[in-house]
């Protein structure tokens, strides 16, 4: 348990850093091969054995988010994702949030930030059905609701105001991730959630070791390019850039095609101090989001990723 002192509330952008990856996945938060199967053929997307019935609008936006990286397509299957099933909630309100951070509009960002206020209750009572019938997600989903919520009031109020109410859903989150690792310590998908969320606070607060994050990914948290990607991310924000490099390049084993990742990878080379094959990088990603004829990426990392490249040619040419 946090104790409550200004120098251990997790900020505000601890919590946004948080709320976008670690909700989308752990809803777990973002192999092509495997998105256009028929929805007969739809899988848990965590699991080889014990599978749950995830649904397979809800599956497939899964694997077009953290498979293939295209965001467009997953919406289009969130549009008519099952109702019942809190990942697809989650998943909507993730994508809400990347909207949220890109829009300029004051009066439009008022409107999407009551919405994400919205979907936590809405996946919180999702996670109340699912618990009837399966505890173990539906504590996860329990943690992800309140994960949210925390979100959610920072973003409303402010880091000073709402930090202390943010951090107590905080809390109420780990309680609820301490219930379902009780039903099976081993889980995929409890594994893939908490590592990240251990990992990233580990990499934010300096009293939290990374140790249990990273044995939790590495050892039990599925799928695995989502794990590998997950301690790439963990890693670049611990500075320890080899092994970050190592565990994005295990990644692209799995998903080659992805531009989210291939962009994760040219970041770590950007601090490798490694300009030119970071903005190599950086240029796949571009080019593989930009050959579907509606893009695959959020306009907003677009950007983002345009402005790292123009960074790190700038670095370079001043390193001439």
Known sequence: MFMATKSSFPSSKLVRQIVAPVLTVGSGLLLSVTLFLAPALAKDPFRTSNAREIGDRTEAAFRAVFQQGNYV??????????????LAHAMRGAMLYIDYQAEKDKAKKAQMLEQLGGVSDTVRD??????????LRGNLYMAVSHF???????LRDGTVKGTPQGLSELQSAYRYL???????????????????MDLLLAANLPFSSPDKAIERLDRYAG???????????????????DQAISSVEQALREVPQNPEVMYLKG?????????????????????VQAQKPEGMLPPGMVRQITRER???QRKLAGAK
């Open 73 to 86: 397509d997953a919406r289009k299957y969130l549009a008519q994702a099952e109702d019942a099933e809190p």
């Open 148 to 154: 949210f919520k925390g979100g959610f009031i920072i």
């Open 310 to 312: 123009d960074r790190a």
């Open 267 to 287: 970041q770590i080379l950007y601090k490798q101090n490694k300009h030119q094959e970071a903005i190599d990088w950086f240029n796949k990603a571009l080019n």
């Open 223 to 241: 799928p695995e390019y989502l794990a590998n990607r997950g301690l790439a991310m963990g890693y670049l924000a611990l500075n320890q850039y």
């Open 126 to 135: 999702r996670a109340r059905q699912l618990l009837k019938k399966d505890p």
């Open 178 to 196: 301490d219930e379902a690792e009780k039903i099976d310590a081993k889980d995929a998908e409890l594994n893939l959630l908490r590592g990240y």
